[in-house]
């Protein structure tokens, strides 16, 4: 069971950004990542229909053996992860946008976070925001558009640069010190926003605390490969291979499957 794969899905190749922590901290691990980009972006769909897809997408992943499943999405995790806990019988690591961090470090009582409608609309995202950051100001953006530009390999375009441009404008007439990036395709837009953001404006992603995160987890269920076998790094996308070689870099295994 140890050496069986981990699982990681997302709407679509965004996750990879987490596929990336998860391997660089633990290279020992089998894996077997799904890209759902046919049915991306999932944000502006309905609870419901995340769920129903978070369902087929964790049903995949355990057919092939999964041994825990990181839902590398936060449109996925605020409205699906409890459903998926509550149902099936292997760990699950999900992932939510930053926001305790964000506020107890802030200096200026000001945050901006940028994450998905499904996101924002979630009943988790409240809760949390509402537990460490009522006493701060919090400018919510939905980021509408880029999970497609990123999808359809635009990440690099003059579209991406507009829209982060108007989506950022109220956040630092605000005076944010902190923006946190409530989406997992987000942090391929890392060195865009270095470009657009004043210094003193940090940037926070969970990538590195989910694949801590899904260590401890793996440690504590006695689940960690310990065998000396060559790891197997399995991609399924039923999208574009070309934009996750663009993300991943080639000489990956990614190959084309309709789920
Ligand atoms: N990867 C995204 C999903 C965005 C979407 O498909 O709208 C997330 O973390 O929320």
Redesign the pocket.
């Known amino acids: 069971m140890s050496n069986n794969p981990i699982g990681i899905f997302?709407?679509?190749v965004?996750?990879t950004s987490i596929w990336k922590e998860i391997h660089h901290l633990l290279p020992n691990e089998n894996t077997i990542y799904l890209a759902d980009s046919a049915n991306?972006?999932?944000?502006?769909k309905g609870s419901e229909k995340i769920k129903e897809l978070s369902i087929k997408n964790t049903e995949l992943l355990l057919k092939k053996g999964c041994k825990i499943i990181v839902v590398?999405?936060?449109?996925?995790?605020t409205n699906a992860i409890d459903y998926l806990r509550e149902t099936y019988n292997v760990p699950f690591i999900g992932?939510e946008p930053a926001i305790k961090p964000a506020a107890l470090q802030t200096k200026t009582n000001a945050v901006g976070i940028l994450?998905?409608k499904?996101?924002l609309s979630s009943e988790l995202f409240s809760k949390t925001s509402g537990k460490f950051a009522s006493n701060i100001k919090v400018i919510e953006r939905e980021g509408k558009g880029i999970?497609e530009l990123i999808e359809s390999g635009k990440l690099y375009s003059d579209a991406m640069k507009a829209i982060l441009l108007e989506y950022l404008q109220p956040m630092l007439k605000a005076n944010i010190d902190h923006l946190v990036l409530?989406?997992?395709?987000?942090p391929y837009l890392i060195p865009i926003l270095l470009e657009l953001l004043p210094n003193h404006v940090t940037i926070i992603d969970s990538g590195a605390a989910v694949a801590r995160q899904t260590k401890t987890v793996l440690e504590k269920n006695s689940l960690l490969n310990l065998s000396a076998e060559t790891i197997n790094l399995k991609f399924y996308t039923n999208g574009s291979i070309d934009v996750m070689y663009s993300l991943l870099g080639k000489g990956f295994d990614v190959k084309h499957l309709n789920f």
């Open positions: 997302d709407s679509g965004g996750g991306a972006p999932y944000g502006p590398a999405c936060n449109t996925a995790t992932i994450a998905t499904g996101t999970v409530g989406c997992t395709h987000y």
